[in-house]
């Protein structure tokens, strides 16, 4: 009963009956039931993966055959006894047992014993990197058992067999061995060895490109496993299942499997087994660009590598290091930690290990400008590819020969290396695999001064990156983050750099239209990422490619034909070589002069016809066609200079500012140090104004200086602004002109991107019809200070009774009453959602930032997502939130981020405020901001209401809907203050009380 509920995977009936056989045993005293009651137990607790409970059974079963002398028993104990030390990592301890039960094994003369302990032999050299050994041994086995035709030892032997193949690499000869055995181990119905021949062959067929049966493969060997209920198995499968799909750039499905493999084997305390899912997860988090995350994957399995005297792995663990370090462009560790890998690699003699190792070294001389060293390395990694004749590893090689062609200037060697990658035809293309060359071409044809050429590649590899993106939705927004910030090659470019120099090139073809879209892209990706938003996955976000760029395509796609024949011939040693290659030389050389007459032909049309290229976004139209007098702005921060994007309607015009990403930054983080010591004052008045203003005209000189003669002849009233990077944390409205801030000529608000913006929804014209919800905390909670006038400001809003002074009809909670369950069950028919509270936006920590609940609690991004009554809310104003910046290459997604949280459920626009404001002058300007918005005669925008609301703090005197109607400014003179220390009370002109509100979305 014990057998049949352990073959069930019943462990705990199987464990009980076992019990009552050792207290049978016990109380008949007879030895071998005791012995069969140990045996019993020690396949149940093997089996849970309860290894060092399993041990100590082996162990007592071992002493018990010794004592009364039974060989058979003493030779059976011994290698269950070497089996567990094995899987505990103790190889030593593993070998001497397995020594001695072969010795018993061959004094009495029993070859299935022998078999079998050669087998564990070779289990325990194989977890060393001994795979010589292994191999030996197991062809040992293998001859004995098809002499003896002991199938059930033929296929054990053919399992390590393949594990061993696999190891070094030689990925032809594991399916030239395993695929013929699968029949044979279904014949003998061991599920267990069924399950790992099935795994390994797998994996197999995974690394040679074959993907849609690697996975048919390793899913059945999965389900068997599940169904022994086997968790070692279960673990080893779910990892390669895990690689399958990072093979296929399905980063949230790689990452979920091997999450759960590595789970699997951290609860069986199996140091071997970890190894594996450990190396798994660092290569995700490498992809994806954590690059902490996967150092510290690999330096856990470099430990573990290193006290398992595992050779193989400890190589492994180094090299993976080792391209982490080049990533964040540390090339001496990167040559450093090859070198050591490629030794470890020589000594045990694995091949494959060297090739990468190679590769890795390559990347290391190319970073470090050795031209010389790095070539020879690469193409010691190409010799090998080819040798193995692995098409996978072939195309990487080739990639990587394009690269340090490009490094070191050899242009068209770097084209060449480029299209002849392209030509390698693996066996299954692999979503988005081909973007890296496709930018590489584009870099190089950009280098080249054609930049039509290059921005028809530029496409095609960020819709290769877009195919990519839309498979790492459900990962955590950090890890989507991180994806953007992998580098991609020896000049430390980023994945989102390649959105930005097409944008750039764009921008210098006269093709802003276009340059906004892809900058659209780009904010859109950045923000959902963050915020972890969903997407339809049925529709791929593309950028569509022009018929000229089209053209490019097709020729080039007849080279990429020709080069596979080629490299089939190379391959088969065909007689047509010379001649094919004849045809390549020609086709090459008649494909240059093509680009170079469509390069013409683009430059020809664009300057003759400007708006040759307008695939506009009709959402761009509707926003700047909404009122009139409106414009979009879109900066683009570059590292070496700053474009902005002017984009009315009619036309869209560039303008290039010679500012670096990083003296931008630095002013950006001086402004905001400025508004952050008026945060620890008791007040900053006059004083303190003429200190701010220097360094907000520096500002306006780069973002506004270079558009206002274009701004002023059109007779500009509205700006829209979709900020990019470091701008994010810059209030636009206080940009000063050196007499003048931004707000005192122009209505402004931003928009995440023209795409994410609603421009059809208005609030209902009358006041009775329109809805508020006001929450706001007024009391010290959770660590931060009360806010006094909340109740003042919430009140002012809200009018409960006809007698009430508040303007909008609705309902206000406080404090204890304000928690996301009032909160989420009383959205339904309200217009206005306003939450006066502490909230803080968190740079790269999606769950980090957060609003303040009334109780204490934290309402963050997640939870905001689960809110289902957004969707009739016009206007979201988060009246006291803050954010911080670190350094001067943040890029604000956050802030950008916790106003999507609430656009994505349907709510149509956000005001928040970007940093920590005094509670006062924040009370006043947001009854002021919905006094306007209400009780104006004449009926206004909220931007308009919001533009007010600032200038009636600012002047410290009412401004009328008349004032900001003028095209160029309202004429009202400002009250001056005194000298002298003010209160807050009396004025509020300094932009740290006026400024820090941004409406961002429909700003209708």
Request: net charge positive; proline share 3%.
């Amino acid at each position: 009963m014990s057998q049949i509920y352990t073959e069930q995977g019943n462990y705990n009936q199987a464990l009980e009956f076992a019990n009552q056989v050792l207290q049978i045993a016990q109380n008949l005293q007879n030895i071998e039931i005791k012995r069969n009651g140990f045996n019993l137990q020690f396949s149940i607790y093997e089996k849970q993966g309860n290894y060092q409970k399993a041990l100590e059974l082996a162990q007592k079963n071992l002493a018990l055959a010794r004592e009364n002398k039974w060989v058979i028993d003493e030779r059976n104990a011994l290698g269950k006894v070497s089996q567990i030390y094995t899987l505990l990592g103790d190889t030593t301890k593993a070998i001497d047992n397995a020594n001695q039960a072969l010795s018993i094994a061959r004094q009495t003369k029993h070859p299935v014993s022998e078999q079998q302990a050669l087998a564990q032999l070779g289990r325990i050299y194989l977890n060393q990197g001994e795979y010589d050994k292994t191999i030996e041994l197991m062809q040992q086995v293998v001859k004995i058992a098809d002499k003896k035709e002991y199938l059930l030892a033929k296929a054990m032997g053919t399992n390590i067999l393949t594990k061993a193949y696999t190891r070094l690499g030689e990925y032809n000869k594991v399916i030239a061995v395993a695929e013929p055995e699968i029949t044979l181990i279904i014949k003998i119905n061991n599920r267990e060895k069924e399950t790992e021949l099935l795994i390994n062959l797998g994996n197999a067929y995974g690394f040679i490109g074959e993907y849609t049966k690697s996975k048919e493969l390793i899913e059945q060997g999965l389900k068997i496993g599940r169904e022994l209920k086997n968790p070692r198995l279960e673990s080893i499968a779910l990892n390669y299942l895990g690689s399958y799909y990072s093979s296929v750039k399905d980063y949230q499905k790689a990452l979920e499997l091997t999450q759960k493999s590595f789970k699997i084997a951290q609860k069986l305390k199996s140091p071997p087994l970890l190894i594996s899912p450990q190396f798994s997860l660092g290569g995700i988090y490498s992809s994806l660009g954590d690059y902490q995350k996967s150092h510290d994957y690999y330096q856990q399995a470099l430990t573990i590598s290193q006290k398992l005297k595992n050779r193989h792995s400890e190589g492994i663990a180094l090299l993976n290091l080792a391209n982490n370090h080049f990533a964040q462009g540390k090339p001496q560790k990167t040559v450093e930690l090859s070198q050591q890998a490629l030794t470890i690699f020589q000594e045990i003699k694995v091949p494959q290990l060297q090739a990468f190792a190679h590769r890795m070294l390559s990347l290391g001389y190319g970073n470090s400008m050795n031209d010389a060293n790095a070539m020879k390395s690469a193409e010691k990694f190409l010799e090998f590819s080819r040798k193995v004749e692995n098409p996978v590893f072939e195309k990487t090689a080739l990639n990587l020969l394009g690269m340090i062609h490009y490094q070191f200037g050899r242009n068209q060697e770097a084209i060449k290396s480029y299209q002849q990658a392209l030509a390698i035809q693996t066996p299954e293309n692999v979503t988005g695999s081909e973007w890296g060359l496709y930018a590489g071409l584009g870099r190089v044809y950009r280098k080249l001064n054609q930049p039509s050429i290059a921005i028809g590649y530029y496409k095609q590899a960020i819709n290769g990156i877009e195919e990519i993106r839309r498979g790492i939705e459900g990962l955590p927004p950090e890890l989507q983050n991180s994806f953007l910030d992998a580098v991609v090659d020896f000049q430390g470019t980023k994945t989102a750099d390649i959105y930005r120099e097409l944008a750039e090139l764009l921008i210098a073809q006269g093709r802003q239209a276009e340059a906004r879209q892809v900058l659209d892209l780009l904010k859109i990706q950045e923000i959902r990422d963050f915020a972890e938003g969903k997407t339809d996955t049925t529709t791929k976000p593309q950028v569509p490619l022009t018929d000229e760029e089209k053209e490019i395509q097709t020729k080039s796609e007849s080279i990429i034909a020709l080069s596979r024949q080629i490299s089939e011939c190379d391959r088969t040693n065909c007689k047509q070589r010379s001649q094919l290659n004849d045809r390549l030389t020609a086709l090459l050389t008649q494909f240059n002069q093509d680009l170079k007459k469509i390069n013409k032909e683009i430059s020809d049309r664009i300057s003759t016809d400007p708006n040759t290229f307008r695939p506009d976004s009709p959402k761009a139209v509707e926003i700047v066609k909404s009122q009139p007098g409106t414009v979009m702005i879109y900066p683009l921060v570059m590292e070496d200079k700053l474009w902005l994007l002017l984009y009315s309607g009619d036309a869209a015009k560039k303008f290039e500012v010679k500012v670096s990403r990083e003296k931008l930054g630095t002013t950006v983080k001086q402004f905001r140090k400025l508004m952050e010591e008026c945060e620890t004052r008791a007040y900053c008045g006059t004083d303190h104004i003429a200190k701010i203003q220097p360094v907000s005209e520096k500002l306006y000189n780069w973002l506004i200086k270079p558009l206002e003669g274009e701004l002023q002849q059109n007779k500009v009233k509205n700006l829209v602004f979709a900020l990019d990077r470091v701008t994010r944390y810059v209030p636009m409205s206080a940009l000063y002109d050196g007499k003048q801030y931004l707000i005192e000529n122009y209505t402004i608000h931003n928009v995440l991107s023209a795409d994410l913006t609603n421009t059809s929804a208005r609030l209902p014209t009358k006041i009775q019809d329109t809805k508020v919800l006001a929450m706001g905390v007024s009391e010290a909670v959770g660590g931060f200070l009360a806010l006094n006038n909340v109740p003042r400001e919430v009140d002012n809003i809200v009018r409960s009774t006809k007698r009430d002074k508040g303007v909008y009809p609705g309902k206000e909670y406080l404090n204890q009453s304000f928690d996301y369950k009032t909160l989420r069950d009383n959205l339904i028919g309200k217009n206005i959602l306003h939450l006066a509270t502490h909230g803080k936006f968190v740079p790269g920590r999606k769950k980090s930032s957060y609003l303040l609940l009334g109780n204490g609690d934290k309402l963050v991004i997640p939870q905001i997502q689960t809110l289902a009554g957004l969707s009739n809310i016009h206007l979201v104003v988060l009246s006291a939130c803050q954010t911080a910046l670190a350094n001067s290459h943040q890029d604000g997604v956050e802030i950008a981020s916790l106003a999507y949280s609430f656009m994505n459920k349907g709510a149509k626009s956000v005001i928040a405020s970007l940093w920590q404001v005094a509670d006062n002058s924040t009370s006043t300007l947001m009854q002021n901001f919905y006094k306007n918005l209400a009780k104006n005669k004449q009926k206004i925008t909220k931007a308009e209401a919001m533009r007010l609301a600032q200038l009636q703090l600012l002047y410290n005197k009412d401004v009328t809907v008349d004032d900001i109607k003028k095209v160029r400014g309202i004429d009202v003179e400002p009250t001056s203050p005194s000298s002298g220390k003010k209160s807050e009370s009396k004025t509020f002109a300094h932009p740290y009380y006026w400024a820090p509100f941004v409406l961002i979305g429909n700003g209708l």
